[in-house]
């Protein structure tokens, strides 16, 4: 990657029309992936980004020896996209158990995935957590699949009707898929839910041995990332972006004045891809901001780990959110020793502020209801609010929606097709190849 720390070169002279075929707005991973794509088609790229990394939403910080990624994150290999885009050893992923912890009234039950460890199946029987009603209900999952064909629904629709109102659904899929989709409302669409279990079914799910920040890293390779570059404007007849001082992108509009005194200069691109993010993107083109979902993490360092577990813990007591805000906790150093120091265990907390506002002593207590234990003596190592954690996926979005178009500019991202990682690389794709259309068209 090659990287520059201030705002984008000089303004473009008639002798150079165009300073790249393609200018892109945003380093995130749907931003790498469609210059990623570009480039390697031959167009000359340039991508601009307001902060001082490449990675978006999916980032990792060090703080005290610890990894502590931007809010609870895992890799699924399964991702199609994802392949496409890296070469998946190179991320060290840390798989996670296939199976979940599960806090109920009678004590922790484990849960684990019976279609990889046959010998697994009579302690999920013997769990309590299983009925036959469940059993069946899971054997309608073709006929869930076939409803789609008659129109989208909510998830939780989607399983009232097949019956699935029992103990697993209650105790385990509910709090385990609102810490997946960021909602307890069952709200999102189950053509998305449906996507999502299929990928659990093929991949297993880890943790990059260097953080979830490998990912972006490893996809900026060999591209002009230009960072601390703040887009002010982009023209979509021109393709003319406008940067100013670096920190967050978006807020005026194409044509509009720069404060006094602010330096600022113009880039020009055959084609423009605007791959911000959800809100930056809405503020740059003045549109409403589309629904999203928001979560907080807590990062707890111990001593002692909790459990020698590295499964997704999930508090089944209840209605999920009954008993505090965690959706789902896990001791990330118990899968990927890399993310603590010798003698230091980290423990990630996910919880979603849609409807609360989760503190760290609610947090705290309710780890140590879930886990048995008493997190007192935890010390917590960072906090993480990402209020535009995933955009709700809700029914009725075109399943083949992944990009837009508007003259030469192309916008894209995860609110385009699904909302995941794969969805935001498969959106950068698509707008890879859309504006290789522009370009030829002009």
């Known amino acids: 990657m090659t990287t520059t720390p201030s705002p984008a070169n000089p303004s473009t002279t008639p002798r150079e029309k165009y300073s790249a075929d393609v200018i892109i707005v945003g380093a995130g991973v749907a931003g790498l992936a469609a210059a990623g794509r570009l480039q390697a088609q031959g167009r000359t790229v340039i991508v601009l980004e307001a902060s001082d990394r490449v990675g978006g939403r999916i980032n990792t910080d060090a703080v005290d020896g610890f990894l502590v990624d931007r809010g609870f994150q895992v890799l699924n290999p399964a991702y199609r996209h994802m392949r496409k885009s890296v070469d998946i050893a190179r991320l060290g992923l840390r798989d996670l158990p296939r199976g979940v912890r599960v806090r109920t009234g009678d004590g922790l039950k484990e849960i684990r995935d019976p279609s990889r460890r046959p010998q ?9 957590l299983i009925t036959g009603k469940d059993l069946r209900a899971v054997r309608l999952a073709g006929s869930l699949l076939r409803s789609m064909r008659g129109g989208d629904k909510p998830r939780g629709q989607a399983f009232d009707e097949a ?19 960021c909602e307890r409302d069952g709200s999102t669409s189950w053509r998305h839910t449906a ?12 943790l990059p041995s260097g953080g979830m920040r490998t990912l972006p890293r490893i996809m900026a390779e060999g591209l002009d990332v230009r960072l601390n570059t703040r887009v002010r ?3 979509a007849a021109t393709g003319l972006v406008t940067v100013g001082a670096g920190g967050e992108a978006g807020g005026s509009l194409p044509g509009s004045e720069l404060p006094d005194g602010q330096a600022h200069s113009q880039l020009r691109g055959r084609a423009v891809i605007l791959a911000a993010g959800p ?14 979902h928001g979560t907080r993490t807590f990062w707890f360092a111990a001593a002692e780990p909790p459990t020698e577990s590295a499964m997704i813990h999930v508090d089944g007591r209840g209605v999920a959110g009954q008993h505090g805000p ?16 010798d003698g230091q265990h980290l423990i990630a907390a996910l919880t979603l502020t849609d409807d609360q506002n989760p503190t760290e002593e609610a ?10 234990v008493d997190p007192s003596d935890w010390r917590l190592v960072a906090t993480h609010d990402v209020p535009d954690t995933l955009p709700a996926d809700l029914p009725g979005k075109p399943p083949r929606h992944k ?17 995941s990682t794969d969805g935001a690389i498969e959106s950068g794709q698509t707008a890879a190849m859309f504006a290789g259309e522009v370009i030829d068209g002009f």
Request: glycine fraction near 12%; proline fraction near 9%; charged fraction near 15%.
């Open 120 to 128: 697994a199946l009579p302690g999920v029987l013997a769990s309590g």
């Open 163 to 181: 019956g699935f109102t029992g103990p697993l659904r209650r105790s385990v899929v509910d709090p385990f898929l609102s810490g997946v989709v």
């Open 195 to 206: 996507w999502l279990l299929g990928t659990f079914a093929l991949g297993t799910p880890g």
């Open 233 to 235: 404007a982009v023209d």
């Open 279 to 292: 809100r930056p993107t809405a503020e740059m083109l003045n549109q409403p901001c589309p629904k999203t």
């Open 326 to 341: 965690v959706a789902t906790a896990c001791v990330v150093s118990n899968a990927a020793p890399e993310y603590a120091p």
């Open 363 to 372: 947090t705290r207590r309710q780890l140590g209801e879930v886990f048995g």
């Open 403 to 419: 990009a837009q178009r508007n003259q030469r500019l192309v916008i894209c991202g995860d609110q385009f097709g699904n909302a």
